[in-house]
């Protein structure tokens, strides 16, 4: 509640102001060939016109692949993708522009919507924020990762915060799972993950692990996009619901590479 409430003195201004998409002058090397710069949006926008709320906050603030070289065209086009949904030929700034305009879209539904003056928790419960940050990794693997988190509130006892990954080659190709594990050694990568995980947790079992952390209650362990690449290991991550319910908070898995030696494919045995 702390956090939103800090809010509602942003959300004053007018119905439909908003700032624009712009990209910052900070910029910072990551790899050899990728050079990232940090684009950056802030809308606050009152939906009824003299009132502080109903309001809402879309602040995003992330890195993007400078430069017009295939590798970097490569990566925003899959940022576009991945992280602002769109399949266009649409830049970073049009695509955030493009996103934002249908969050907020949606936002303005709801709150009109649901708004009563009259309810006493209005001032907590009709201050929508969305927050996204990210930052860039490189690795001697030639790999460079690609984290984001999502934070948000839009009513309720709490908001979530999320936290994704994705991993590059240098020139540019996102990795999926089947290019950094055999596909054949999937089983045996879980069961390393449960290992591991049972090892952190002090548990012998997969049932003792549910019934004292509630972990794997919502869902079993897998792999898709939800590992990073880093210099020694590889982190896996299950954000809030996945797998096991809120107060289990992200659930964090991290494996050496000497302990996956026999589930990796030859191009990161090699490396």
Not at 20 to 44: C, G, P
Not at 65 to 78: D, L, V, Y
Not at 182 to 206: K, N
Request: glycine share 6%; with cysteine.
């Amino acid at each position: 509640m702390l956090l939103v409430t800090t809010m509602l003195a942003a959300c004053v201004q007018g119905k439909g102001d908003k700032s624009t998409a712009e990209a910052d002058s900070l910029s910072y090397e990551t790899t050899e060939n990728i050079v990232f710069d940090s684009l950056a949006m802030l809308r606050q926008v009152s939906v009824i016109e003299g009132r502080e709320v109903p309001c809402y906050t879309i602040d995003i603030t992330l890195p993007v692949a400078r430069g017009t070289s295939a590798a970097a065209s490569e990566i925003n086009k899959t940022l576009c993708s991945e992280i602002f949904l769109t399949s266009d030929a649409l830049s970073p700034d049009s695509a955030m522009r493009h996103f934002a305009d249908s969050l907020g879209a949606q936002f303005t539904q709801e709150l009109e919507e649901f708004y009563e003056p009259d309810d006493e928790d209005a001032a907590f419960r009709f201050n929508y924020l969305w927050r996204m940050t990210g930052e860039t990794t490189s690795t001697k693997l030639k790999t460079t990762g690609y984290i984001y988190h999502i934070e948000t509130y839009m009513g309720g006892a709490h908001g979530s915060y999320e936290t994704f990954y994705l991993n590059f080659r240098h020139d540019g190709t996102l990795l999926h799972r089947q290019d950094v594990f055999r596909d054949e050694a999937y089983p045996r990568l879980l069961d390393l993950m449960q290992a591991q995980l049972l090892a952190d947790y002090g548990c012998q079992t997969i049932s003792q692990l549910r019934d004292s952390t509630s972990i794997t209650m919502l869902g079993d362990l897998y792999v898709e996009q939800n590992f990073l690449l880093e210099e020694d290991s590889v982190s896996f991550i299950f954000n809030q619901y996945e797998i096991a319910p809120y107060s289990a908070g992200a659930i964090g898995i991290r494996l050496g590479y000497n302990q996956l030696a026999d589930v990796l494919t030859d191009e990161f045995k090699k490396n």
